[in-house]
């Protein structure tokens, strides 16, 4: 019997809409009812997550920010697992050289020096997750729907560097050569032994502190409430979402996942705008 679900939330829990269906919200009520834990892991903070997940009446632990912060169904801050901002000041000399645009997720919000570039960049995640909707229709959605309420677009974000009070959960940065991206992304690793480099979308990359992954936010969840990561499910479309997926029992990948999820994943279920996640929680609760 499933003791625990993980599922993404861009591409996988959201459809292209950026809803939880009442499908799988159904679903996820169902599963909980059983006393099976239900828990978001996401590139988003907690806040950009609860900004769907309360229209649909879920309430449930937010592994965020890949793993960077972790906080309870009350909002409790449980964990955080940050960069070192000498680490970050060093790596965004890099993207500066490089002329890569990048943005800063801390505690106190996303910091941007170009607010348009952001858009762009936004809308190149969400296309990534969605990518049948046409692209003036996702930044329209957008702008509709308030998503950057979050962004601070200031002329100099080093000048957050001098402020002891935040804390680097993450740097995201965006590129139209996917390609390129890549390179520079194993390149970091290689520079910076302290980090992870991950994706969500076709040209970003996104950095964090090397203990800042879902899987093992997820592991250590699992373990603090005496279940079994062999008993856990999880389910995902994206690069960011491997390192969970490797580690349960039951990896699910979205009919709409990128190929080494895919690969990589004994399970597959249905598109996000066909409610896979609904359809995968109903067939495991069906498994003996």
Same mark, same amino acid.
């Given at each position: 019997?499933?003791?625990?679900?993980?599922?993404?939330?861009?591409?996988?829990?959201?459809?292209?809409?950026?809803?939880?269906?009442?499908?799988?919200?159904?679903?996820?009520?169902?599963?909980?009812?059983?006393?099976?834990?239900?828990?978001?892991?996401?590139?988003?903070?907690?806040?950009?997550?609860?900004?769907?997940?309360?229209?649909?009446?879920?309430?449930?632990?937010?592994?965020?920010?890949?793993?960077?912060?972790?906080?309870?169904?009350?909002?409790?801050?449980?964990?955080?697992?940050?960069?070192?901002?000498?680490?970050?000041?060093?790596?965004?000399?890099?993207?500066?050289?490089?002329?890569?645009?990048?943005?800063?997720?801390?505690?106190?919000?996303?910091?941007?020096?170009?607010?348009?570039?952001?858009?762009?960049?936004?809308?190149?995640?969400?296309?990534?997750?969605?990518?049948?909707?046409?692209?003036?229709?996702?930044?329209?959605?957008?702008?509709?729907?308030?998503?950057?309420?979050?962004?601070?677009?200031?002329?100099?974000?080093?000048?957050?560097?001098?402020?002891?009070?935040?804390?680097?959960?993450?740097?995201?940065?965006?590129?139209?050569?996917?390609?390129?991206?890549?390179?520079?992304?194993?390149?970091?690793?290689?520079?910076?032994?302290?980090?992870?480099?991950?994706?969500?979308?076709?040209?970003?990359?996104?950095?964090?502190?090397?203990?800042?992954?879902?899987?093992?936010?997820?592991?250590? &969840?699992?373990?603090?409430?005496?279940?079994?990561?062999?008993?856990?499910?999880?389910?995902?479309?994206?690069?960011?979402?491997?390192?969970?997926?490797?580690?349960?029992? &039951?990896?699910?990948?979205?009919?709409?996942?990128?190929?080494?999820?895919?690969?990589?994943?004994?399970?597959?279920?249905?598109?996000?705008?066909?409610?896979?996640?609904?359809?995968?929680?109903?067939?495991?609760?069906?498994?003996?």
């Amino acid at each position: 019997m499933i003791e625990c679900i993980a599922s993404d939330m861009d591409g996988t829990l959201l459809n292209s809409k950026q809803e939880v269906s009442p499908a799988n919200a159904e679903a996820i009520k169902l599963a909980q009812k059983k006393g099976i834990h239900f828990v978001v892991t996401t590139g988003r903070s907690y806040e950009e997550a609860r900004l769907v997940l309360d229209p649909a009446g879920i309430d449930c632990t937010v592994i965020g920010l890949n793993g960077a912060e972790v906080r309870d169904e009350e909002g409790r801050l449980l964990k955080t697992s940050v960069l070192n901002p000498k680490t970050a000041a060093r790596i965004a000399t890099v993207f500066d050289n490089l002329g890569i645009y990048y943005e800063f997720f801390t505690n106190e919000g996303t910091f941007t020096e170009d607010y348009e570039e952001n858009m762009d960049m936004l809308v190149d995640l969400f296309h990534s997750a969605n990518p049948e909707v046409p692209v003036e229709e996702v930044r329209a959605h957008i702008q509709q729907r308030g998503i950057r309420r979050y962004i601070h677009n200031k002329g100099e974000t080093r000048d957050i560097f001098h402020n002891p009070s935040i804390l680097f959960y993450k740097i995201l940065a965006f590129n139209e050569d996917e390609h390129r991206l890549r390179k520079i992304g194993k390149s970091l690793e290689k520079d910076f032994p302290d980090i992870k480099v991950t994706s969500s979308g076709f040209r970003n990359i996104e950095v964090n502190h090397v203990s800042a992954q879902k899987g093992i936010a997820l592991e250590e &969840y699992v373990k603090k409430h005496g279940l079994s990561m062999k008993k856990t499910m999880a389910i995902g479309d994206n690069l960011n979402d491997i390192s969970m997926l490797e580690r349960v029992g &039951y990896p699910f990948a979205m009919g709409n996942a990128e190929k080494e999820v895919l690969e990589l994943c004994r399970y597959r279920t249905e598109r996000n705008d066909d409610d896979g996640v609904a359809k995968a929680i109903y067939r495991v609760l069906e498994m003996p």
